[in-house]
């Protein structure tokens, strides 16, 4: 239960922390391929140094993986969001989405992992 | 010997039971049904500081080496506290002094991300095993889905100065090896996998 509370608010953390990032550093009307990759670049960084900071508590590949999709691929969303002025008003509803945009993957990547795990060969010897 | 590594290693020890807290609880049990398959004269390579003996079952005779000292310090009381018999003894895998099938079991636990030359230590690892012998494996490798990779690729550079490599084909380093695969078993993902193999 620690792990599972854990890697979800890790995971909300790193949306909220990724939301609000990318709110600092683009503005409405920016051109959206530049917003999207800053997106992308403050994301990784966000997602490596936390990730990094979190994995002894709970373990590295279960907060490297959520953290880097996260990372890469919220931090686009948001660049996109906010390059439109089609963001959350307030800073408070972007680290919202961020937290949501952060939970939903956590969850897509539990589920992901449950259809993936078990034998992938077994010669049954 | 390979100084290099060992130094690595050797820093890596300091924080190596504080870093692995969270994998030792999660990943634990899986280790645990792994080695629920050990049987014979066993090797276990990289033994870091012994946090992997608590998933031993007990009353085995065991080898366990590992490339550095300061690890093989820390591991000394873990090794005391099996019920069974572990024997240390610092030794690189790439040139391990026992004469060919010695081995009824070879384990591993997050060792070929780290050995600089996987495949010639896993073709050591064939030589000291006996010919109806089983590798067990417990090993991180690179992911075959997209973004997962490639972010794994990014993040080698980095984590290969402070221990492993993070995109190993481990699976593949195996066959190349000579063995035949008895079992390959997703954990988490398809990162972390068990990996059994016997002589091909």
């Known amino acids: 239960m620690y792990f599972t509370i854990g890697d979800y608010v890790a995971g909300m953390f790193i949306g909220a922390l990724t939301a609000l990032s990318v709110r600092a550093a683009v503005w409405p009307g920016m051109d959206m391929v530049i917003a999207m990759l800053l997106g992308m670049g403050i994301g990784m960084v966000i997602h490596l140094v936390l990730g990094l900071v979190l994995s002894p508590w709970l373990g590295m590949f279960e907060t490297m993986m959520p953290a880097s999709v996260i990372g890469m691929y919220g931090g686009m969303f948001f660049g996109m969001r906010d390059s439109m002025a089609a963001g959350s008003p307030t800073l408070t509803a972007a680290a919202i989405v961020g937290m949501l945009f952060g939970a939903l993957v956590v969850l897509g990547v539990k589920i992901y992992n449950r259809a993936l795990r078990g034998a992938v060969v077994d010669t049954g010897d | ?200």
Not at chain 2, 57 to 67: E, S
């Open chain 2, 1 to 200: 010997m390979d100084t290099e590594t060992q130094r690595k290693w050797d820093e890596a020890s300091r924080t190596f039971d504080w870093l692995t807290f969270a994998d030792d609880h999660r990943l634990g049990p899986h280790k645990r049904r792994l080695f629920s398959k050990i049987r014979g004269a066993t090797l276990m390579v990289a033994a870091g500081t012994g946090n992997d003996f608590k998933f031993f079952p007990p009353g085995q005779r065991i080898i366990a080496i590992d490339i550095s000292p300061k690890m093989l310090e820390r591991a000394a009381k873990k090794a005391t506290a099996y019920p069974g018999t572990i024997e240390l003894r610092e030794m690189d895998v790439g040139a391990l002094p026992f004469p060919d099938a010695s081995f009824d079991t070879i384990v591993t636990v997050c060792t070929f991300c780290s050995v600089p030359k996987p495949v010639a230590g896993l073709r050591e690892l064939y030589r000291v095993l006996k010919p109806d012998g089983q590798l067990l494996m417990f090993e991180h490798v690179r992911s075959k889905i997209g973004p997962f990779g490639i972010l794994l690729d990014l993040m080698t550079p980095l984590s290969r100065r402070l221990g492993p490599d993070l995109n190993r084909d481990t699976v593949g380093n195996v066959q190349k090896a000579g063995f035949r695969l008895r079992r390959e078993e997703n954990v988490y993902l398809d990162i972390v996998k068990i990996i059994e193999a016997v002589k091909g």
